[in-house]
């Protein structure tokens, strides 16, 4: 027995199945209107904040004798 997912977008059950050709979307679409939320930045992948160089300076690494046993 396939497996029954929704669409992501008009939540319609669909057959998770070789032959289903837009899964998990229900419809070409619905394929489309994801694919533009995606371009338009409605959707984003989290990501870590990039590093901070003056964070560098608050625990010393610009003193000369940080390095140095």
Sequence with gaps: MPLTVNCP???TPV???PESEFKPFCS???KLID???WASEKHAIPVKA???PEALDE???D???F???
């Design 67 to 69: 390095f140095k046993e």
């Design 15 to 17: 057959e998770w199945k």
């Design 63 to 65: 003193d000369d004798t």
């Design 59 to 61: 625990f010393g690494f």
């Design 50 to 52: 990039e590093f901070d």
């Design 28 to 30: 070409e679409r619905c």
């Design 9 to 11: 977008i008009c939540k």
């Design 35 to 37: 694919l533009g939320d």
